[in-house]
């Protein structure tokens, strides 16, 4: 069973930065991709970015150039920097785990962190 532990979430300014972690434990051998949605008030649950096994990485057109998502293999652990930050980024962060072959129910979901710009 995987789970997974996200931190790195708080208050900052807009333009700064943050960067999110999300530890995996237990077995991630079927583990194809990892990565964040984001979810705000009034608005659907957004893809943030994943990053697959062969580190092919893919991002939201609204963070494009802001946003890095990178692993870290021996840690069993993801990272999400994000710089440049706008108040439209405030939501809460889920990381997620994608086994492969698996459907949408069967991902693995962090608890969630939040993440809010304002000045």
């Known amino acids: 069973q995987v789970q997974l532990v996200e931190s790195g979430g708080g208050l900052v300014q807009p333009g700064g930065s943050l960067r999110l972690s999300c530890a995996a434990s237990?077995?991630?051998?079927?583990?194809?991709?990892m990565g964040w949605y984001r979810q705000a008030p009034g608005r659907e649950r957004e893809l943030v970015a994943l990053?697959?096994?062969?580190?092919?990485?893919h991002y939201a057109d609204s963070v494009k150039g802001r946003f890095t998502i990178s692993r870290d293999n021996a840690k069993k652990t993801v990272y999400l920097q994000m710089s440049s930050l706008k108040a439209e980024d405030t939501a809460v962060y889920y990381c997620?785990?994608?086994?492969?072959?698996?459907?949408?129910?069967?991902?693995?979901w962090g608890q969630g962190t939040q993440v809010t710009v304002s000045s």
């Open positions: 997620y785990a994608r086994p492969v072959g698996a459907a949408a129910s069967q991902w693995h």
């Open positions: 237990g077995s991630i051998f079927s583990i194809n991709a």
């Open positions: 990053i697959t096994r062969s580190r092919e990485t």
